[in-house]
């Protein structure tokens, strides 16, 4: 039975998780010798296949010329090549070399192992009712990170009756800043490594 103050934890423990998940996506950059965001994108062609350059760097949060840069130097790292898109001439697909792929398989499989030693002493009922709530949990924050309007209205209402507690409270909060390239924010997006 989940008591109140353990459902008022949960959102200190998911950041305590995604914390954790960018830690370990780190250490994979230092021990490759890699960007978070090279990390990430093999990761993520390991797992989703070939994709444009705008796919990932929107997936990274970063303007495309900046995509376009984290591109090149992986290709020259040998991790990724560029493929025509097979429907559409204008654009080309990234794939991971047999290099990349080797990489993306062994990322992957270290983390599946740790995640599972995390799990060994739970039972089967526990583990599938964890996944069924990490599962309710990450759509409800898919579903909340893409109504941007919305989440604006909910900033600013919170803002504003901060403003009516007697604290100063901005007319609008200021944008993030934009990014100087895909190592910058690719270790706040969330996902595995």
């Known amino acids: 039975m989940v008591t ?4 008022a934890d949960m959102p200190d423990r998911m950041r305590d998780l995604v914390l954790a998940v960018d830690a370990y996506r780190r250490a994979y950059a230092d021990v490759l010798g890699l960007g978070v965001g ?3 994108t093999i ?3 390991g797992r989703e296949g070939p994709r444009p350059v ?6 990274l949060g970063v303007a495309p010329p900046a995509g376009t840069a984290l ?3 992986m290709q020259s790292k040998g991790l990724v090549v560029r493929r025509p898109h097979p429907t559409d001439r204008r654009s080309t697909l990234v794939d991971l070399t047999p290099r990349g792929r080797r990489v993306a398989e062994l990322m992957g499989r270290l983390f599946q192992d740790d995640v599972q030693s995390a799990l060994d002493d739970a039972s089967v009922e526990h583990v599938e009712e964890l996944a069924a709530l990490l599962d309710g949990i990450a759509a409800a924050l898919r579903h909340g990170a893409a109504d941007v309007n919305r989440l604006r209205r909910r ?3 919170e803002d504003t009756a901060g403003a009516d507690d007697g604290e100063d409270a901005p007319t609008a909060p200021a944008p ?6 895909p190592d910058d924010t690719a270790e706040s997006t969330g996902g595995t490594p």
């Open 38 to 40: 090279e990390v990430l």
């Open 4 to 7: 109140e103050t353990g459902r």
């Open 155 to 157: 900033l600013l209402r």
């Open 71 to 73: 591109v090149d130097r």
């Open 54 to 59: 705008s796919l990932l760097a929107a997936r």
């Open 43 to 45: 990761s993520d062609l």
């Open 176 to 181: 993030p800043p934009t990014p100087a390239g």
